[in-house]
């Protein structure tokens, strides 16, 4: 059994800086990939960053620049720097872990960016 606890929402004025963690627990196969999704009110569920196992990065267009994730693969830990957020960025974050072709879900947690 496999969980995900994630952790570092909350409510943050434009132009601030929030940073989320994810902690994965349970039988995790070293070679995986987490990764942040994101769903805004109304809107579909949208990859925001990944990170492979060996390193590799990938990011949304839409916050290159600004998100930045990292790991610790002996915590089996992902995070999620955000920074110069906007309102746009307002939605509840997802982490997720990829292990073959299983899909694991945490339950989100909620960031607001407003004034």
């Known amino acids: 059994q496999v969980q995900l606890v994630e952790s570092g929402g909350g409510l943050v004025q434009p132009g601030g800086s929030l940073r989320l963690s994810c902690a994965a627990s349970?039988?995790?196969?070293?070679?995986?990939?987490m990764a942040w999704y994101r769903q805004a009110p109304g809107q579909q569920r949208e990859v925001v960053a990944t990170a492979t196992s060996g390193g590799r990065t990938r990011y949304a267009d839409s916050v290159k620049g600004r998100f930045t994730i990292s790991r610790d693969n002996a915590k089996n830990t992902v995070y999620l720097q955000m920074n110069s957020l906007n309102p746009e960025d307002t939605a509840v974050y997802y982490c997720?872990?990829?292990?073959?072709?299983?899909?694991?879900w945490g339950k989100g947690t909620l960031v607001t960016v407003s004034s």
């Open positions: 349970g039988s995790i196969f070293s070679i995986n990939t």
């Open positions: 997720n872990l990829r292990i073959v072709n299983m899909d694991y």
